[in-house]
Nanobody
Framework: QVQLVESGGGLVQAGGSLRLSCTTS????????MAWFRQAPGREREFVAV????????SYADSVKGRFAISKDNAKHTVYLQMNSLKPEDTAVYYC??????????????WGQGTQVTVSS
C-alpha cells in the first residue's frame, strides 16, 4: 500500500508564503512522478504542479506559475510545494499525488489525505 503523508498547511495572510511537504516510501519516490492538486469548496480538484521522477522536469498550472515552486529531496523521499505571494483564491485543500504517467495533467495512482491552506485577505 502506497502512503503519502502531507504536512505544512495552515492559515496565512494574502501575500504570505507556505511550504507544503509530502513524504512517501523510497520505492514510490523513485518510480513515480509527484504532483500537487488542490480542491476548493464547491469546485473540482485541479492540477497545481508536477515533478517528474526521472530528471526532475516540472510543470505548473497557469494560475500558480511564477508564485509556486515544486521540488524534491531524494534522500528524504519528500516533495515540496513552496507557495509565495499567496492569494485568497489559493485557499483549498492541497493533495499530494503519485503518478506513473507522463500525461499533463498527470493521472494520479495514489493520493495523500490532503492539507488545508487558507489565505485571508
Amino acid at each position: 500500500q502506497v502512503q503519502l503523508v502531507e504536512s505544512g498547511g495552515g492559515l496565512v495572510q494574502a501575500g504570505g508564503s507556505l511550504r507544503l511537504s509530502c513524504t512517501t516510501s523510497d520505492r514510490t519516490f523513485s518510480s513515480y512522478s509527484m504532483a500537487w492538486f488542490r480542491q476548493a469548496p464547491g469546485r473540482e480538484r485541479e492540477f497545481v504542479a508536477v515533478i517528474a521522477w526521472r530528471g526532475g522536469a516540472t510543470s505548473y498550472a497557469d494560475s500558480v506559475k511564477g508564485r509556486f515552486a515544486i521540488s524534491k529531496d531524494n534522500a528524504k523521499h519528500t516533495v515540496y510545494l513552496q507557495m509565495n505571494s499567496l492569494k485568497p483564491e489559493d485557499t483549498a485543500v492541497y493533495y499530494c499525488g503519485a503518478s506513473q504517467t507522463t500525461l499533463l495533467p498527470p493521472v494520479i495512482d495514489y493520493w495523500g489525505q490532503g492539507t488545508q491552506v487558507t489565505v485571508s485577505s
